[in-house]
């Protein structure tokens, strides 16, 4: 007799950020009784937790959409079943990215235009919809040592070339005590390592109210750290170590501008790990200006050199992207040359690809193809490989 059990399929494109709420939907079906399996093939209901930093990011998820909705009629030669295919064939939600991007207070394209492009998907459910608050992600951690744990949402800075702040919308920070509990739970039940997640980190707290600030800074200061200047994500970094159970604590991402003294004082804590992550982007002023990155080349030198001096042995690894509109040879050099200075643990190199609905998409993707992966190759060759490059 075949099992009344109904079963779920989970695929997650794109961050991390995007698995850790992977793992709170699994959550949810797992509070209901469902049974997640390896195959959708063989599931009652298929989620799709989607990415649109890429074209290519999305163009899998048509792939994969498409292929779930012919899967039925390509194994049913009866007509009947193929009559009643809404019967048979697995329930298609579409999630992440590419909802947000249409449902969300900001748009790159209508929710009308998702839906004409995807007619086989069933419901299309942005992650506010999901009310991540009320599951425990705990059950379905895939990690056993490291837990991610998502303490934000959005983001309120606009590069020019990026989709985060139309796909996740503007920032929303996570209640400080429910990610203390969330984190005391995962020590209990013998996780070890956290990774602190979000699309900017630094700024976690920014839009709470001043009571709730308040409250947090009565409860959470302690009299060895100035008060002036306080950030709230440096409290939670040190309320987290004090977490026993917890031995290690990660973050992603910090943009460099937001990264205040308070954090890096509070990085120095024994047990957050020796490793930052800090996106570049581009080592040339034009460029960065281009990719409405509030910083200078010179800053970011000196943000680096600070956090060396005041942290001494920690690692700094980055994100970059080659053949962004308008990257001449010599301002490819520059990032080249910055990151020969910088030495890099290791870096995340993506060839620019263009977004629409981003301000960067009004300027000429005039780098070829062959052009960027040439200087992916270079930058990949330099910072992960360790082999000296010459780019001049
Ligand atoms: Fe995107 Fe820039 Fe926000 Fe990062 S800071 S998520 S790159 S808009």
């Known amino acids: ?39 959708w093939q063989e599931a009652n ?25 012919k899967f039925k009629i390509k194994n049913t030669k009866c007509e009947s079943t193929i009559r009643n295919l809404k019967l048979e064939r697995p329930k298609i939600i579409l999630s992440g990215c590419m909802v947000g991007s249409a449902m969300g207070e900001r748009k790159r394209y209508t929710f009308k235009q998702l839906k004409q492009r995807l007619p086989q998907v069933a419901e299309f459910r942005p992650w506010w919809e999901w009310d991540f608050k009320k599951m425990k992600a705990i059950k379905t951690r895939k990690d056993k040592q490291k837990a991610l744990v998502p303490i934000m949402t959005g983001c309120n800075h606009f590069c020019s070339y990026c989709v985060v702040p139309y796909a996740k919308g503007k920032e929303i920070s996570f209640p400080f005590e429910d990610i203390l509990c969330q984190i005391k739970e995962f020590g209990k039940k013998g996780w070890q390592e956290v990774i602190l997640l979000g699309q900017n980190v630094n700024t976690y707290g920014k839009d709470f109210t001043k009571e709730e600030k308040d409250k947090i800074i009565s409860c959470y200061h302690d009299s060895c750290h100035s008060i002036k200047d306080i950030s709230i994500f440096s409290l939670l970094l040190r309320a987290v170590h004090k977490i026993k159970k917890i031995t290690k604590i990660s973050f992603l991402t910090s943009n460099p501008w ?30 960065l200006k281009n990719m409405n990155r509030p910083y200078t080349v010179e800053q970011y030198w000196e943000l680096v050199r600070k956090i060396r001096n005041e942290i001494p042995g920690i690692k700094i690894g980055t994100d970059l992207i080659v053949g962004f509109p308008g ?55 330099l910072i992960n490989k360790k082999l000296s490059v010459k780019e001049s």
């Open 1 to 39: 007799m075949e099992s009344k059990v109904k079963k779920y399929y989970i695929k997650t494109f794109g961050c991390q950020m995007n698995e850790a709420e992977s793992e709170m939907i699994a959550a949810g079906y797992e509070c209901r009784g469902w049974k997640q399996v390896k195959n």
């Open 45 to 69: 209901e298929v989620v799709i937790n989607s990415c649109s930093v890429r074209e290519s990011a999305e163009n899998r998820v048509f792939g994969l959409v498409n292929n779930i909705s």
């Open 258 to 287: 937001d990264l205040t003294d308070d954090i890096i004082q509070a990085m120095k804590l024994p047990k957050v790990d020796r490793y930052l992550h800090l996106p570049l982007q581009s080592g040339d002023n034009t460029i």
């Open 327 to 381: 990257e001449t040879k010599k301002a490819f050099e520059n990032t080249v040359k910055l990151c020969q200075k910088i030495g890099f643990e290791k870096a995340y190199i993506a060839m620019y690809s263009p977004r629409p609905g981003t301000s960067a998409f009004k300027f000429k993707d005039n780098i070829s193809y062959q052009e960027k992966k040439r200087r992916w190759s270079v930058l990949e060759k």
